[in-house]
């Protein structure tokens, strides 16, 4: 790959500072890197490869001899200064809005859907929520064996999905908390430390989270099945850093749980964690600082074995957003 001018909107936060360092560790040849966020953070440098970047503020002329624009900020701002990107010619990754919400863009977890990947075609790259590309990995491979019917799951997602603010107000709640005294709910719609809350998003018209509404949908798209049948509960869990998830899984058929083991075994992505008597299997805390989605726990859930549990848990910063973006865009540029 020839090296290439980066720029990174919201370099700042927490996507924006994991994404630096996925480009630094996978030695993506960067020419020039161009670190854009709020005026807040103007006159801050961030390093990379030993050398400090200075953070900008945006303005229209941003994009000019960009090659690809990272967007991670908020959606209103990709709302604004994306088709300013696209339209300087940048390949354009925006984890901000849901794929749904963006014309012509395309929803990519490589290892699924990344071979036909084109930088010519492909001008806006949308990376999916964190939780379906955990998700839509493990059970991609469990559909290569049989056919899926029906899909239950309760996801655990970590306050740093509501990036540093959720990190930081979970912080203050635990100290608050531990010195008795009372915790402001901050960014979150109730107190989060030593609590559960089974809402992620807000809620519109139905009984779902517009979170949960995207992540089904999401699924049925990387999944390639509009058949499937999927329920899910979003849970925000007092967690720092990962997410995981509890899945119900039926098939068309009885499969043997050798078969789904062998394609967890070999799929690229995927790290299956199940030796459950030596307490292995997956959970955030080992999660993180690791790329691949953990797979455990998997055991039939009846006697014909046409359903089958399992666990799975992600780093919701590195797989989920940060190296799937980057991922992307070194896919679509060897195709
Ligand atoms: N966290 C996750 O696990 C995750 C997963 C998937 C998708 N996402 C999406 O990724 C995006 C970033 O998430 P995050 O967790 O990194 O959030 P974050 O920690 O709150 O960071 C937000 C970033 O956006 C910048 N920003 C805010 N307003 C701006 C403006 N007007 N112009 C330019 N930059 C602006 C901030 O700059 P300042 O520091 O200067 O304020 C900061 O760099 C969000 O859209 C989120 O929905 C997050």
């Known amino acids: 790959m020839i090296p290439l001018t980066i720029a990174v909107v919201g370099a700042t936060g927490a996507v924006g500072r994991q994404l ?7 030695e993506f040849p960067v020419r020039n890197l161009r670190l854009y966020a709020s005026e807040n953070s103007v006159g801050d440098f961030i390093d990379f490869c ?9 303005d229209k002329d941003s994009f000019i001899d960009v090659d690809v624009a990272f967007f991670c900020a908020t959606q209103s701002v990709s709302e604004e200064f994306l088709p300013r990107a696209k339209q300087a010619g940048a390949l354009c990754v925006d984890a901000t809005a849901p794929w749904i919400a963006r014309e012509a863009a395309t929803l990519v977890v490589p290892e699924i859907n990344g071979a036909s990947l084109d930088r010519a075609k492909h001008r806006v790259l949308s990376n999916p929520a964190s939780v379906t590309t955990m998700l839509a990995l493990p059970l991609a491979q469990l559909a290569s064996c049989v056919a899926l019917k029906k899909v239950v799951i309760t996801t655990f997602e970590s306050v740093s999905g509501c990036g540093i603010k959720g990190v930081d107000d979970l912080r203050k709640q ?17 107190q989060m ?7 992620v998003g807000t809620f519109g018209e139905g009984r779902e989270t ?7 949908m999401e699924l049925l798209h990387l999944l390639g099945n509009d ?16 997410d995981c998830a509890s899945l119900y899984v039926e098939f068309d058929q009885s499969v043997d749980v050798n078969c789904l083991e062998q394609a967890l075994t070999d799929a690229p992505g995927i790290e299956l964690l199940d030796d459950a008597s030596q307490g292995e299997y997956p959970m955030p805390i080992d999660s993180a600082g690791v790329d ?16 089958f549990q399992v666990f799975v848990a992600m780093d919701n910063l590195r797989k989920g957003t940060a190296v799937n973006m980057v991922q992307m865009v070194e896919q679509a540029w060897r195709n």
């Open 50 to 58: 030993d050398e400090p970047v200075a953070v900008q503020a945006l």
């Open 210 to 216: 517009d979170h949960e509404q995207r992540v089904q």
């Open 227 to 242: 058949r499937l049948e999927v329920a899910l509960t979003a849970m925000r869990v007092p967690v720092f850093y990962g």
């Open 292 to 307: 691949d989605v953990q797979v455990g726990r998997l055991r039939p859930a009846n006697d014909a074995s046409t359903a």
């Open 174 to 190: 635990c100290g608050e908390l531990l010195n008795g005294r009372p915790a402001k709910k901050g960014c979150f719609p109730h």
């Open 20 to 26: 630096i360092e996925v480009l630094e560790e996978r």
């Open 193 to 199: 430390a030593f609590n559960c809350v089974p809402q």
